[in-house]
């Protein structure tokens, strides 16, 4: 989860750990919460993500499974 803007992320966009280079997909945005899939590389908390197609930028402030 991350302190996320309402909307900011766009479903299916790339997001990309602007410090570990990693790559995700973006599977929902709901509740400050980014749900990501995917995963290309390690996402880690205190990194900033960048969406490819939105320009949204968040840092991560926590890392949890998805559980489905």
Do not use: M
């Not at 997909?25 to 900033?48: E, Q, R, W």
């Amino acid at each position: 989860s991350s302190d996320l803007p309402a909307a900011a992320f766009e479903t299916d966009e790339v997001v990309t750990d602007t410090t570990s280079g990693a790559t995700a997909k973006v599977a929902s945005y709901s509740s400050g919460t980014l749900s990501i899939k995917d995963l290309d590389g390690a996402f880690s908390v205190g990194n900033t993500v960048v969406g490819g197609t939105s320009g949204a930028t968040s840092t991560i402030t926590a890392i949890e499974p998805y559980s489905t």
